[in-house]
């Protein structure tokens, strides 16, 4: 690593989550109108010393076998970095647009309106956009942020900002990790799509939840959202998730 170099917090990379999003985005991918790019916004922060993102152990099961192999081989060989998903999408035939995956890209609270500028708007275009913080859209106050690490939030303005470059019939893809009050789950579920709504300009959202973490999906055109939405109830019975949609009215 160089001078100018900063590591990464690639923890996550390659354990059980990993391979949901994964795959959940390559289903999103290969929608029936016709594939489409990955736009992967990743949101890396520098990293905190913790053991999070330690679940290296787990079964293909019924997702792509590819993938799991792909993932388990970087695992094991010590190549736990997000920019090895660049020579995956390329075996696969995928146009990837990976923003912030290395080193000289890191996503910090203090960088974070030169952060969202710096993605080209051809990359928002007909394409899946997926955002990918450590936690997921903010909550709660300023100091319970700033303890848990305000870095690892997308903040509404920041989707909000985005939002005009994104294009009609692209899919936006939030990662939210979920709080562990049960009784406060479906009320989570269901503010965090109608937050992305409004962020995004769109009339509706659809999730897709292990009830640990949430993929909340959305788009601008009725049809892209609608046809993106069957592709997650599709995802869910594959796997035995939850997943809906809720209407956003204005």
Not at 33 to 45: K, W
């Amino acid at each position: 690593m160089t001078g100018s170099e900063v590591a990464l917090k690639d923890q996550y990379f390659a354990d059980k989550r990993d391979f949901f999003k994964w795959d959940l985005l390559e289903d999103l991918v290969a929608l029936p109108e016709g594939r489409c790019a990955l736009c992967y916004v990743a949101m890396l922060t520098q990293p905190d010393g913790t053991r999070e993102g330690v679940f290296k152990r787990y079964d293909a099961g019924a997702r792509r076998g590819e993938l799991h192999s792909f993932l388990r081989s970087c695992a094991s060989s010590g190549r736990r970095e997000v920019k090895e998903m660049r020579k995956y999408f390329a075996s696969r035939g995928i146009e990837y647009r990976p923003i912030g995956d290395t080193s000289d890209q890191y996503y910090s609270h203090a960088t974070r309106e030169a952060y969202f500028r710096r993605i080209p708007d051809s990359s928002l275009e007909e394409a899946v956009v997926f955002f990918d913080p450590d936690i997921g859209l903010n909550a709660g106050s300023g100091s319970y942020k700033r303890r848990v690490g305000i870095d690892k939030y997308l903040f509404d303005e920041d989707l909000r900002g985005c939002s005009p470059r994104i294009g009609g019939s692209s899919v936006v893809v939030v990662y939210q990790h979920l709080q562990r009050d049960r009784s406060r789950f479906w009320d989570d579920i269901e503010d965090r799509c109608l937050r992305v709504c409004s962020a995004v300009g769109a009339s509706g959202a659809s999730f897709v939840t292990d009830r640990d973490v949430a993929f909340l999906v959305t788009a601008k055109d009725s049809v892209t959202r609608l046809t993106a939405a069957r592709t997650i109830v599709e995802h869910a019975h594959k796997h035995g998730l939850d997943s809906g949609e809720l209407v956003h009215r204005r």
